[in-house]
């Protein structure tokens, strides 16, 4: 094989001989490529695209011969010296089966998504952009608005569970549903069939199993067969009493809190953040726990040099488990970490937090900016908070209207780091498209305490979007208005109330086009309040359905209380924690046919 290679490959060399090495099937060269995958160079030479070209090959069930390679490789847009190279014909010559290719390409997955992270992440300009795993790669993928990107990452989707299939008799088991799924192209979750008997031992299987999975496992969910039986079990307040779930135990590792960050908000809320040694959890490397509050700082006796345990909950977020010293020298500071004005620890439900009292905090102004060019707010692209904390530094922008007037910096801007003509060009382009937008959402980007999108939606549509009114109103009619209460209208009035405010809303509504909410119909469902549970059918999706309802004059909200008008599930004889609560408080349980019936007989 050592001899077939370099007379392949006389001068390339050893890492890549490695490389060629697997391709030929050669295990030992296997485990010496497969620590190679996360390297940009293999990534970049023609043997680490060669390589990739033939397990997607496989992997799409395609011939992996010299034509259909090359072929691949004009497709994926790689250098004539790539695709045309000769050696190509001298390894699928001297390669094996395509068997063997796929046990290639299960044992180096693993690296190999971590790779296609790595690639991405190079990719992305904006540092604060970068996906942190692969976890958030996969979901950032697939809610991206351009479905080309989608497509480009080759996202692999595992069903785990079937919702409905009309008119497709199940035999009433949850295995068939599984063997059907598959069927019908699906890839499927692995499973096992187990009794009372094997149940132990299945679990002990997946335990050992899941340790060469490409992707985390949290824990297994035991399911009855029998979805009848299973069904009529009904649920507890939160889950269904069909199934059992296991969690797998955290990975738990001591490590040494070497100190506690305290990084302020657009609240004022001053956040601890424990900085300790880096260590290996759930395959990433970790260094850094949120402990979100003064109390449990003081709970767990934390001191700078202490040993702790840290996991990560839901194997995704960091924490600290437990503080093995409990030296408790830690000392809450008394000055803002960013303006080094004064910090006081405020009690709030029994819970200690820092607070920063400078109304002026810089750290304030750029958490502030952050939400007011967020998706649900201005949805401005091309500005980060770490791109906005540039701006401010440099003194472009002290306010929200300073933002539309960006433009005045362009010399400037277009010679900032991971800034260009393009990019300029795509944040003006941005810019244009946030100036029209409704009254809701420009009162949900000014930041007010208690006041998200859906309560802004209610306040405007009360006061038929008009901010002047919604300006002069006092705490009395605000806090009359049904679903906002007295919290909400003193967090509106107290902002309004203020001079500055004011003078900065009329810079920022100087450039902005204020269209009204889109009302498809009569307001036949004013101050009215829906719950929606379950899938629908007649509408794409909840949020959709939410739409419809709001665009009437109705408002959603998630849980059932003694104010919800409607629930609208599609189960209506479920035993649902939702209907279980509608049926106790005496509310309707309204089909979607039922609801969009009342709809017309309420026009």
Known sequence: ?????????????????????????????????????????????????????????????????????????????????????????ELLVNAQ????????????????????????????????????????LCS???????????????VRFYAFALVSAQDVDMHNSRAYQMEWLKSQGFEVVEYRMVTGESLDEAMDYFSHAIENNDFPSDGLVALYDDIAYGDSLGSTAK?????????WADEIRETTLREIEWSPSRTGLINPIAVFDPVELEGTTVSRASVHNVSIVKELQLGIGDTIQVYKANMIIPQIAENLTRSSNLEIP???????????????????????????????????????????????DGLSEATLEKFIAKGFIHDFGDIFEIGKHRDEIVEMDGFGEKSFENLMTSLDKAKETTLAKVIYSLGIANIGLAN??????????????????????????????????????????????????????????????????????????????????HFANRAQAKEFIESLGGKVTGSVTSKTNYLINNDTTSNSSKNKKAKELGIPILSEEDFLKLTEESK
Do not use: W
Not at 31 to 44: H, I, N, R, S, W
Not at 106 to 125: D, H
Not at 370 to 375: I, K
């Open 239 to 247: 889950f269904p009493r069909n199934a059992f779930a296991f969690k």
């Open 456 to 537: 802004a939606k209610v306040i405007c549509r009360h006061f038929d979007d008009d901010l002047e009114k919604i300006r002069h109103a006092d705490k009395e009619e605000i806090s009359s208005i049904d679903t906002i209460g007295p919290v909400i209208a003193g967090s509106l009035t107290d902002y309004f109330s203020n001079e500055d405010n004011n003078r900065k809303l009329d810079h920022l509504m100087s450039h902005l086009t204020v269209k009204k909410e889109e009302k498809t119909g009569e307001q036949i469902f004013r101050n009215m309040n829906f719950v929606i549970t379950g899938s629908v059918e």
């Open 97 to 136: 089966t395509s068997a063997n290719i796929k046990y290639y390409a299960e044992i180096v997955r693993e690296k190999a998504t971590l790779r296609k992270m790595i690639k991405i992440n190079e990719e992305i300009a904006d540092v604060d952009a970068k996906y942190k795993n692969p976890r958030n």
């Open 334 to 380: 008394h000055i803002c970490p960013v303006c080094g004005e004064e910090a006081r620890v405020i009690q709030e439900n029994e819970v200690e937090s820092l607070y920063c009292m400078n109304p002026d905090c810089v750290a304030k102004k750029i958490k502030a900016f952050t939400l007011f060019v967020s998706r649900d707010a201005m949805n401005i």
């Open 1 to 89: 094989m050592e001899a077939a290679i370099k007379r392949i490959l006389p001068h390339s060399t050893e890492a890549e001989q490695a490389v060629v090495g697997a391709m030929l099937m050669d295990k030992d060269a296997i485990m010496v490529a497969a620590e190679m995958l996360t390297g940009e160079d293999f990534y970049q030479s023609a043997y680490g695209m060669l390589f990739d070209a033939m397990v997607e090959l496989f992997q799409a069930g395609k011939p992996v011969d010299l034509i259909t390679l090359q072929e691949h490789l004009k497709e994926k847009n790689a250098p004539p010296e790539i695709s045309g190279l000769e050696f190509a014909r």
């Open 140 to 154: 950032g993928s697939v809610r991206q608005l351009n479905n080309q990107i989608t497509a480009e990452r080759n």
